[in-house]
């Protein structure tokens, strides 16, 4: 009798692994002149950041990033006057996509955190400008699996039985929404003569996935420092404005998604504006900002694990493949208070403060792991002599993730809320609530079975009674069959009340035709 090969044929379903992943700093500088309608730096009091990514793609075997790192500086001017100036520089970055040449259909995901931002005075006309950016990226592979086995030739081909077994899998997804904007106006008591300073920050705070669709919810406050009229000292007033973004989307089973959202500030315009004629007593307020959503969807796929023929020598030839399994979305809050040791002059007074937090590892053992990660806090404030300076400092945080014990591999989130700066015994106090976000996953593997090799050889029929058979604990009709070349669907005939999961007094083995094993 000829032999036969099988190749595993089918539907290719498409499963994803993480590859590849980079925390890789991207770092910017510049040196700018203050324009000419500035009077000389006399001291800058603060400064904060914020980054607006405008690509992130694979091209050419390359990651590029890039956007743009906007810098609001809040200083003092020769005139003792409090002022602020806006500076904008553009960052790039290409990382390489290691053995490219491997891999096929790739998903990327990118959600850049802005580490840090540095401002130095060069001169009273020219300030330095330095930035350091964490890519935060991860590479999926995406691969194909064979479900079924068809078109097998041969004799007897009919009798071939086959065991699947289902994954389920991550199939990530990364969706961008740029130029989008909110408005509000703010009512202020009294007359402003002009706008020094206006930033804002933003925060995610849920994501619900729904009706075809994912909506986006969250907050963007906005820090505004204006002089009155009346030569008093400037004047610091917070507006947050909430928003909510619905993201249209292609998925047909929503509720087996799991995403998370970053969102991003690139501009923030503040102009005066007045209720009754001839008074400045509204600002109105325009914020440009972009939402990054990355997450998951989690398919099922079904792959052939195992194969035979009854009375036929089968060669399976398998294969291991990884995936990433189905991930978890753990959102935890703790409070931070973070204190400076040197101390303030008596009668100091808060101005405005600003936190930026980054997480900076994932240890510890099996069932007590932590995320460790660093705050870098500015605070300006004023004196009981009317002189404006500030702090800058950094405090350490630990969140405890027992969740995670089992995961390998993770994306981090964090966010800031209700920040209170307050002085306390002439020392610097800053409180705040940190939310981190954490999407995780497992590398899992299975064998999968790419072609079986079928011999058969001087066939013949035995015949014989009925054997018994006294099987073990957890020992299936699958494996039985196997072990006596015996059809599956022969055995649960013969035994239709057998339990692998209960052990069996006896199970019967029908006749069956043998050949030669190889």
Known sequence: MDNFTQSVKGTSEVYSRVFQKSREIIECSRDF????????????????????PESCFVENSKVTMSGALTTQVLFLDDDNKLRAVTFTQDYSSSIPVSDPGTYGD?????????ENVSVKTVNPRKVSVRGRIDANMKLWKNTSVSPEISDISG????????????????????IWERDLE????????????????????????????????????????????????????????RRRIPFTRTLESEFSALDSIVCCACSYIRSADCSLSSVNAGENNKIEVDVGYTLALNGAEVVSCEYVSDMYLPAFAVKNESEKISFSSEPLKTVKMIRVESCTESMLPEGSEII??????????????????SAFGNSYINVAYKDRDGLFSSQSFSGDFEIELPELADFDEYI???????????????????????????????SEMSDVIR??????????????????????????LWDIGKKYNVPLSSLAASNPEYNSEKSASVLLIPRFKAGKKV
């Open 182 to 237: 909110v408005s509000d106006d703010i009512f202020i008591d009294g007359e402003a003569e002009e706008i020094i300073y206006c930033d804002a920050k933003s925060e995610v705070l849920e994501t619900v996935s729904e009706n075809n669709s994912i909506t986006v919810k969250g907050n963007i406050d906005v820090d505004v420092i204006y002089s009155p009229t009346d030569k008093r000292d400037p004047i610091h007033v």
């Open 155 to 174: 004799n007897n081909s009919s009798s071939y039985e086959i065991k699947t077994e289902k994954i389920s899998y991550m199939k990530p997804f990364s």
């Open 451 to 476: 072609s079986s090799q079928v011999t058969a050889n001087e066939e013949r029929e035995i015949r014989k009674p009925l054997t018994v058979y006294y099987p073990s604990k957890n020992e299936t």
């Open 33 to 52: 002149i203050l324009p000419d309608f500035y009077a000389d730096i006399r001291r800058i009091i603060s400064y904060t950041g914020n980054i607006s």
């Open 106 to 114: 790739i998903s990327l995901f990118c959600c850049p955190i802005l």
């Open 412 to 442: 981090f989130l964090v966010r800031v809320s209700s920040v209170n700066a307050r002085v306390e015994e002439n020392r610097l106090c800053v409180g705040y609530d940190l939310e981190i976000t954490v999407l995780s996953w497992k």
């Open 352 to 369: 405005i403060s600003s936190v930026n937090p980054t997480v900076d590892s994932l240890s510890g053992e099996s069932g007590a792991r």
